[in-house]
């Protein structure tokens, strides 16, 4: 049996942590900016930043496993 966990959560993160996707931190006229589908290297830096921590979170704390 192989675990799918990782992949699928990695997929979905990076689908909806694009800068400017959902939403963009920090925005260009706010902290936070919805829908805008426009990004800043300094958001790009950010989102990668989350998207390392909910990945050590999901993967690491929480230990998810989906066996298929």
């Given at each position: 049996?192989?675990?799918?966990?990782?992949?699928?959560?990695?997929?979905?993160?990076?689908?909806?942590?694009?800068?400017?996707?959902?939403?963009?931190?920090?925005?260009?006229?706010?902290?936070?900016?919805?829908?805008?589908?426009?990004?800043?290297?300094?958001?790009?830096?950010?989102?990668?930043?989350?998207?390392?921590?909910f990945l050590?979170?999901?993967?690491?704390?929480?230990?998810?496993?989906?066996?298929?």
């Amino acid at each position: 049996m192989k675990d799918w966990a990782a992949p699928i959560i990695a997929t979905a993160l990076f689908a909806f942590l694009c800068p400017g996707l959902i939403f963009q931190m920090p925005g260009n006229n706010r902290p936070v900016d919805f829908m805008n589908m426009k990004t800043t290297f300094v958001s790009m830096l950010l989102h990668t930043v989350f998207f390392g921590l909910f990945l050590i979170l999901f993967l690491v704390i929480l230990n998810i496993h989906l066996y298929a």
